[in-house]
């Protein structure tokens, strides 16, 4: 059994991987990197893939019985094709299963609207392989809001557009063990999951945030164009358009579904109290 990662050395990539390695060993795991260099300290076989690059894909599935496809960052527009090149090489390699990480989201009503069809049309193209297949649809991660507290802090709160939307925050901790249930297992195929956890507001984030880092945080609600402009300025165009309209779906209920993750894994999602606290624990370790 080979079990090929993609993306293996971004931060969801080597959550899975190390996920992998305790389950069935390091050597049945390989790491695909654009910059395999990057990607040594996983201490796993490593080969080089670019998704803009049918041949290296050609060449880094050989072999390989399961690949995981982690979603591409580039423009939604460019993702498409970038995706049916693994999914093409999938094929010639005669690789067995094919795992996908999409996304949770609404496809029409807001700026993150283009991520979301992007991940549609991969979900797509993947059932339509003959491979055998299945499908996460992540939600938040939580840990970017956790790596921004010390701005929350010195701004006295967590601004956004999102308002009383609830957010059904997962963490690549959780997502990890849900993917390598699902690379493992048969019983998964030809299932879509939403990897979701536990619905919250920002008020209710915030509170949480000052009962584990004894902070004083409340949650200030800003209109979506407000929010729009100061993300635009502070992360450029690209970023800032997503990122506002991934807040714009929180306030409009996209992110508020029910979650199969306990489908998945045979566990319920850890709360966002749990998430949290494992995630300070992990940083000091």
Excluded at 196 to 218: C, H, M, R, W
Aim: glycine share 8%.
């Amino acid at each position: 059994m080979k079990i090929a990662v993609t993306s293996a050395n971004g931060k969801l990539g080597t959550a899975i991987v190390q996920q992998l390695i305790s389950k069935i060993g390091r050597e049945h795991i390989i790491g695909i990197a654009r910059s395999p260099e990057k990607a040594k300290h996983l201490g796993i076989t490593i080969r080089k893939g670019d998704y803009n690059s049918r041949e290296q894909f050609n060449k880094a599935l050989e072999g390989v019985n399961c690949v995981l496809l982690i979603s591409g960052m580039d423009d939604p527009e460019k993702r498409i094709q970038q995706h049916r090149n693994v999914i093409e090489a999938a094929k010639q390699n005669s690789v067995q299963k094919i795992v996908y990480t999409s996304i949770i989201g609404d496809e029409n009503n807001n700026a993150f609207s283009p991520v979301v069809q992007s991940n549609r049309q991969t979900e797509r193209d993947i059932t339509a392989s003959g491979l055998q297949w299945s499908i996460g649809r992540n939600g938040i991660y939580i840990e970017p809001d956790i790596e921004y507290i010390d701005t929350y802090v010195k701004e006295g709160s967590i601004t956004n557009c999102a308002g009383d939307g609830k957010c059904t925050y997962t963490s690549r901790k959780e997502l990890s063990y849900a993917y390598s249930e699902m690379l493992l297992s048969k019983k998964h195929n030809s299932e879509i999951y939403n990897l979701v956890g536990n619905p919250i507001t920002q008020t209710e984030l915030a509170n949480l945030f000052n009962k584990i880092y004894d902070t004083n945080l409340s949650y200030t609600p800003v209109s979506i164009e407000a929010y729009e402009k100061d993300r635009k300025e502070a992360l450029g165009d690209f970023i800032g358009t997503i990122i506002a309209g991934i807040y714009q779906g929180i306030k409009n209920g996209a992110n508020n579904v029910i979650s199969d993750y306990e489908k998945a894994t045979g566990r319920p999602h850890k709360s966002p109290l749990e998430m949290i606290k494992e995630i300070k624990l992990d940083s000091k370790n």
